[in-house]
Nanobody
Framework: QVKLVDSGGGLMQAGESLRLSCVVSGPTDSNSAMAWFRKRPGLAREFVAAAAWNGRNTHVAESVKGRFTISRDNVKNTFYLQMNRLLPEDTAVYYC?????????????????WGPGTVVTVQS
């Protein structure tokens, strides 16, 4: 059973940076994509960024391109979402997800595994 544990959320001020972590345990699939989704207040859960298992190929949503990056620490078996220049509209519950067939998969239904979510609040 694959287990994802996401963490790192907090209360931030606009313009600050924050890094979220997703620790992966259990069986792994080198062909599986990992991703971050978020649910902003009043909106549906949306795709943020995805990476191939090896972390070398990534796909970032247009809404956060240039500010957010996804990466992997191979030693720690952990994926990260680095969020720079945070905006109030980045306020959301952020979820780590895995098991999609492609990094270009933005449909949340294509992801098999999910972390519990971590809350990011950005104040202006």
């Amino acid at each position: 059973q694959v287990k994802l544990v996401d963490s790192g959320g907090g209360l931030m001020q606009a313009g600050e940076s924050l890094r979220l972590s997703c620790v992966v345990s259990g069986p792994t699939d080198s062909n599986s994509a990992m991703a971050w989704f978020r649910k902003r207040p009043g909106l549906a859960r949306e795709f943020v960024a995805a990476a191939a298992w090896n972390g070398r190929n990534t796909h970032v949503a247009e809404s956060v391109k240039g500010r957010f990056t996804i990466s992997r620490d191979n030693v720690k078996n952990t994926f990260y979402l680095q969020m720079n220049r945070l905006l109030p509209e980045d306020t959301a519950v952020y979820y780590c997800a895995g098991g999609a067939p492609s990094i270009f998969e933005t449909d949340k239904g294509q992801y098999k595994y999910w972390g519990p979510g971590t809350v990011v609040t950005v104040q202006s």
